[in-house]
């Protein structure tokens, strides 16, 4: 039985990650797609990375949680039949002891350097420009997808996709795509699909089953 898993936002709620819906979008009065885009780095640089350096900074609060460590105990049982394909920029997943993610929008412990293209992993700001580790260039930037770019590994998430017997979409709102048309190309090809969330999100009836609850009650009574 092969598995896919798309995890978005919802799933680290519990653990105190804000999600992108509530409080009307993420921060400090900024729509998130004006933050989270090419353009908003090019014309204010200090705001994007204050914005990241700030969730980075967070991430040391905060902790995996029980739908996080049922995703790694399924993990466990069944190995390189399921694949993690999370929207989320946190590393809770590996955290809870996951090991076959998919990060498909990018990591906040992870700088990109424009300058050498090279990826290091990244725990401090950004804000202060530090030299890039192999090059020396002050060109890093948070290595995340933004709006308007194209998401991670999106070959090995279709060739999954593709060999999916099962397809469980968990704490997503399914407005932001291509992820959330996962659930129309796994379906068409066969896939038994599944929704775990909250509420209902945008793409709920597209789904053969769905599940309202906490991923932390809903994920671990699936998994078992
Ligand atoms: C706004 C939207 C309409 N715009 C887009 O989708 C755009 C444009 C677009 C492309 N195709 C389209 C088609 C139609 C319309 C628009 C488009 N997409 C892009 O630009 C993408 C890139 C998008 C990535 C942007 N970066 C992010 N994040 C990283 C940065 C950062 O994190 O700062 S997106 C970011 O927002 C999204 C937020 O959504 P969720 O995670 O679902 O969170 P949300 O708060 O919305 O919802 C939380 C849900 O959880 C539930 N919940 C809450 N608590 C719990 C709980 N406790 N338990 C369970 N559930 C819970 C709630 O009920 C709710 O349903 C996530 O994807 C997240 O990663 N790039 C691209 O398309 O390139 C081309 C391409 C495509 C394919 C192949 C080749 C090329």
């Known amino acids: 039985m092969r598995i896919v898993v798309l ?29 989270a885009t090419p353009e908003a780095f090019e014309y204010q640089p200090s705001v994007v990375h204050r914005f990241y350096d700030a969730r980075r900074a967070a991430l040391a609060t905060v902790d995996p949680n029980p739908a996080h460590h049922a995703l790694a105990r399924l993990e466990e049982a069944i190995g390189d039949d399921l694949l993690v394909v999370t929207q989320n920029i946190d590393d809770l997943h590996e955290r809870g002891g996951s090991t076959r993610v998919v990060h498909m929008h990018g990591r906040l412990r992870s700088a990109w350097c424009r300058a050498c293209d090279g990826r290091t992993d990244w725990h401090d700001d950004l804000a202060d420009h530090p030299p890039c580790p192999r090059c020396g260039v002050t060109e890093l930037r948070p290595d995340v997808v933004w709006f308007g770019e194209i998401p991670y590994e999106m070959d ?69």
């Open 156 to 224: 090995r998430i279709s060739a999954a996709l593709d060999r999916a017997d099962v397809f469980v979409s968990i704490g997503t709102s399914g407005a932001v795509y291509p992820a959330a048309g996962f659930v129309q190309y796994a379906g068409g090809r066969g896939a038994h699909t599944v929704e775990l969330n909250l509420e209902p999100s945008a793409g709920s009836a597209l789904f053969a089953e769905a599940r309202q609850g906490p991923a932390s009650v809903l994920v671990p009574r699936w998994v078992s």
């Open 7 to 35: 995890t978005g936002a919802g799933v680290s709620a519990e653990s105190g990650v804000p999600t992108f819906r509530d409080a009307d979008g993420l921060w400090e009065g900024h729509r998130v797609e004006d933050v």
